[in-house]
């Protein structure tokens, strides 16, 4: 089992930047996603990185933008979002699996979300 709590979120202008940090507790060393949700849509796959840290992934729309890390010794993931924009504003989700760059359906572990707001 493994239990995942989001921080960092918050308000900022178009521009800022902001880290999301992604605490874990329970087993350790799952490969860690990001996602984001926006009203009525669908949650958008952001970044993966593997559990040890040496493999990521990125969707197009952020790639160059964000960046995924995580500290193994702190059990803790990191999205560093750079150049905010208004459409990045959603709540955004880490969540945990077994494998690397698993298809959104397949983690097993989500956290609650935290709010990101970006204003022009």
């Known amino acids: 089992q493994v239990q995942l709590v989001e921080s960092g979120g918050g308000m900022v202008q178009a521009g800022a930047s902001l880290r999301l940090s992604c605490a874990a507790s329970?087993?350790?060393?799952?490969?860690m996603g990001w996602f984001r949700q926006t009203p009525g849509k669908e949650r958008e796959f952001l970044a993966t990185i593997s559990g040890t840290g040496l493999s990521t992934n990125y969707a197009d729309s952020v790639k160059g933008r964000f960046t995924i890390s995580r500290d193994n010794a702190k059990n803790t993931a990191y999205l560093q979002m750079n150049n905010l924009k208004p459409e990045d504003t959603a709540v955004y989700y880490c969540?945990?699996?077994?494998?690397?760059?698993?298809?959104?359906?397949?983690?097993?572990?989500w956290g609650q979300g935290t709010q990101v707001t970006v204003s022009s």
């Open positions: 329970g087993r350790t060393g799952y490969a």
């Open positions: 969540a945990a699996n077994r494998a690397y760059d698993s298809k959104p359906t397949e983690y097993l572990y």
